[in-house]
């Protein structure tokens, strides 16, 4: 089986090769923001706190990804992908709600002035609960934003230490309801699995997020990554390890207490009150649409075309102020690549796989298959209807089914 291939450098005019047509021809466009305001001990973001930038200037970050927007109509227009419509907006970091909205809404104006945007765009932002207000919000909203995602992470004040949150939890339920109130609909991100968090700690911050009414709760399992300040802390045991064996049972219980209160569940760490509240911009990534992703560190995918800008804001600065794409690394991904990342991306959708499809393009043998339903891992009924849907067994072992239907 063919790996992905290794990113060769980007050209310096950004031009690009395209492979293919995307199927449907929507584009999207993901904003990111590399600055917080202190760094979460957990998180490998890329983003910035003002002290490590020293002079690297936040007020002007705004100009610098407009002048991105203007680059990319240029590269689209001249590597003849012609118009492209936005059909969602990402703005995400890094903490987006930092910078003053006027500068978000600047960037989204001008990705509406340059592309235009389909009638009834998701225009998402993520916000740290400490960083908005009810003016902020009203702002966003006069300006087309339709959503916000709050990053919540817990609400039990021993497991928001851990995890170095500096945010006060009574600002998260109080955002979620101004933001209802000005009209946009509300995401919070959660955590499970943080060391020292019980399953009733677990409960607690559930019960808490479907309190506040939210439309659409991300849960994530925490992942120690490598180089982070938890990593150390964990390493020099100053803080204990993930108790793993508590995760099936936290994600379990996600599923029974969200569920009772409404939400489905459309992605393995995705749950929404209705189909139309699921994030249309994630879901995009997830079936592999193309997408334009702005500022430093930010990945986009343009008809076959894969690419990673530079990854510090100061790079990224030097390299759109003399005019120089701020692409670094790109790969084309071939249609067996792609089969590949559909395979990843798609299994861990509620809605599944269509069999067919699978078994055209080489997955998902007949004993792969027979076996993953005597694992429990995939539902035997839908399967039998000719989709390939993973069991509650199944999503949290999500990654497993996937390596054995792609033979890895
Ligand atoms: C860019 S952040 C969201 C916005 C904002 N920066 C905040 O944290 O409030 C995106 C989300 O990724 C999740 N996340 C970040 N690092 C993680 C990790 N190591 N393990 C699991 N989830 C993580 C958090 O739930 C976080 O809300
Ligand atoms: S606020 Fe969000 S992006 Fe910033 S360090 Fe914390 S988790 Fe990472």
């Not at 990804?65 to 907006?89: C, N, Q, T, W």
Request: charged share 25%; glycine share 8%.
């Amino acid at each position: 089986m063919a790996q992905l291939p290794k990113g060769e450098i980007a050209p310096s005019d950004g031009l690009l090769p395209l492979v293919f047509n995307s199927s449907d021809n929507s584009f999207h466009a993901y904003v990111h923001i590399p600055y917080c305001l202190t760094r979460c001990g957990y998180c490998d973001f890329n983003t910035y706190t003002a002290t490590e930038l020293g002079d690297t200037s936040q007020s002007e970050y705004f100009q610098l990804v407009i002048k991105e927007i203007d680059f990319a109509k240029d590269v689209l227009e001249k590597s003849g992908s012609g118009p492209r419509k936005l059909s969602s907006v990402f703005f995400g970091g890094g903490t987006p709600t930092l910078l003053p909205a006027e500068d978000l809404i600047s960037i989204f104006k001008h990705l509406v002035d340059v592309f235009g945007i389909e009638a009834g765009s998701e225009v998402t932002t993520e916000a740290n609960p400490d960083s908005v207000d009810e003016e902020y919000l009203q702002a966003l909203k006069e300006a087309g934003f339709t959503r916000v995602s709050f990053g919540m992470q817990s609400a039990v004040p021993e497991v928001l230490k851990v995890l170095e949150r500096t945010h006060k939890p009574e600002n998260v339920a109080l955002n979620v309801s101004r933001a209802k109130t000005v009209g946009l609909e509300t995401s919070v991100d959660l955590i499970y699995g943080t060391p020292g968090e019980s399953l009733a700690d677990w409960r607690r911050s559930l019960e808490a997020a479907i309190e506040m009414n939210t439309d659409h709760i991300s849960a994530y399992s925490l992942i120690v990554e490598p180089g982070t300040k938890l990593a150390r802390q964990i390493k020099a045991g100053e803080i204990e390890s993930p108790d793993e064996a508590l995760h099936a049972d936290m994600y379990e219980l996600a599923e029974e207490l969200l569920t009772e209160a409404g939400f489905s569940n459309y992605e393995v760490s995705n749950w929404a009150k209705s189909p139309t509240l699921q994030s249309r911009h994630n879901v995009s990534y997830w079936e592999s649409k193309d997408w334009w992703g702005f500022g430093p560190g930010a990945h986009s995918h343009v008809g076959g075309v894969r690419w990673w800008n530079v990854k510090h804001p100061a790079a990224y600065s030097e390299r759109i102020l003399s005019g120089v794409s701020p692409a670094l690394e790109r790969e084309l991904v071939d249609q067996e690549n792609r089969n590949i990342e559909k395979v990843m991306l798609e299994a861990r959708l509620a809605r599944g796989m269509d069999v067919n499809w699978l078994k055209e393009n080489g997955f998902g043998e007949a004993k792969v298959l027979s076996e993953l339903i005597a694992d429990e891992l995939v539902d035997g009924k839908a399967l039998i209807g000719g989709r390939l849907v993973l069991t509650l067994k199944g999503r949290l072992l999500a990654d497993l089914v996937v390596r054995r239907l792609l033979g890895f």
